[in-house]
């Protein structure tokens, strides 16, 4: 069994801060965990885009705090996300995400699992896994 804690993993290497200072997110579960998805706490933070691309991964994002939008890129259709709402990547959409004024919280699941230590590449996306 694995059990931690989330303010406590936010003063370790788990609590990473993207490259453009948008979000931040805490790595509570991870590839080397052998759970076969990892599981962050992300925060992001207002009046911020990020330009996402995950065609390598999966991800379901749960908001339960604050509001932001998504933008898929292929549509330019804008999905309002809220505290209760979730969505799937589930055709590896390119995607604006977006913090309104106070920002959201949001617990992700990535299949297949990151290990922490991805940097998001220039077209958005992390590296496909080894």
Sequence with gaps: MIVRNLEEARKTERLVTAENGNWDSTRLV????????????????????????????????????????????????????????????????EHLLRGKEKGMTVACVFTPPITGNEVHQEDGSYAAPE
Excluded: M
């Excluded at 998805?37 to 009046?47: A, K």
């Excluded at 933008?71 to 999905?79: F, S, V």
């Design 30 to 93: 991870l590839a080397n965990d052998n759970a076969g998805f990892s599981f962050h706490i992300t925060r992001i933070f207002p009046g911020t885009e990020t330009h996402i691309h995950y065609k390598n991964h999966y991800e379901a994002v749960f908001c339960y705090e604050g509001e932001g939008e998504v933008e898929t890129l292929a549509d330019g259709k804008i999905w309002p996300i809220k505290a209760g709402d979730i969505y799937l990547l589930d055709q590896h959409d």
